[in-house]
Antibody
Framework: QVQLVESGGGLVKPGGSLRLSCAAS????????MSWVRQAPGKGLEWVSY???????YYADSVKGRVTISRDNAKNSLSLQMNSLRAEDTAVYYC?????????????????WGQGIPVTVSS | QSALTQPASVSGSPGQSITISCTGT?????????VSWYQQHPGKAPKLMIY???NRPSGVSNRFSGSKSGNTASLIISGLQAEDEADYYC??????????FGSGTKVTVL
């Protein structure tokens, strides 16, 4: 079965950096787009970034220039490098599989989610 | 990248039907049929309920259905049950190849 397990979260000071990782299993990782979604305490879901199977990347305006998404198909791993962190980046970060069928041009939905990992930016 | 607009809350009695709207623009909801809906119970990860406007993943109750007209998508929950009490979010692909969520709707079963 599909499993997505995040790691690397924690407490970091404003202006600091953090790298989140997501270990994927139960599917052919290299064949799927992957994405990060976050949720600030008591707030709604916010899409952060996604990476395609050909390593093209997209970012939300709120994180562009401060965040880098990457994937390692050999290790079935997704990462999110976050720099210049701000208090407003405090959230639970979810690793998600973003389903998209290139041949049929169908999809763009998050069909599997990790359990989420908290990131707190505070002095 | 403004969030799609959803009502903050919707309520209904058991057995009733409710509709949650998700209003965007011609650059997102109105541009493609890549609208999906997610259910989130407190402290849990979201769960996909509807994809590509009106398709249900395997295992999701047929009490959940979706539709779209112009720049507004809708999630309909029929035969409301206590377990349907949760937060619901829509999501859409955009013409900038980004993704955007709705503001979220809290469903209360009276």
């Amino acid at each position: 079965q599909v499993q997505l397990v995040e790691s690397g979260g924690g407490l970091v000071k404003p202006g600091g950096s953090l790298r989140l990782s997501c270990a994927a299993s139960g599917f052919t990782f290299s064949e799927f787009y992957m994405s990060w979604v976050r949720q600030a305490p008591g707030k709604g879901l916010e899409w952060v970034s996604y990476i395609t199977t050909s390593w093209t990347v997209y970012y939300a305006d709120s994180v562009k220039g401060r965040v880098t998404i990457s994937r390692d198909n050999a290790k079935n791993s997704l990462s999110l490098q976050m720099n210049s962190l701000r208090a407003e980046d405090t959230a639970v970060y979810y690793c998600t599989r973003l389903y998209y069928n290139i041949m049929a041009d169908k999809g763009y939905h998050f069909d599997y989610w990790g359990q989420g990992i908290p990131v707190t930016v505070s002095s | 990248q403004s969030a799609l607009t959803q009502p903050a809350s919707v309520s209904g009695s058991p057995g009733q039907s409710i509709t949650i709207s998700c209003t965007g623009t011609s650059s997102d909801v109105g541009a493609y049929n890549f609208v999906s809906w997610y259910q989130q119970h407190p402290g849990k990860a979201p769960k996909l309920m509807i994809y590509e406007v009106s398709n249900r993943p395997s295992g999701v109750s047929n009490r959940f259905s979706g539709s779209k007209s112009g720049n507004t998508a809708s999630l309909i929950i029929s035969g409301l049950q206590a377990e349907d009490e949760a937060d619901y979010y829509c999501n859409s692909h955009t013409t900038s190849s980004t993704l955007v969520f709705g503001s979220g709707t809290k469903v209360t079963v009276l």
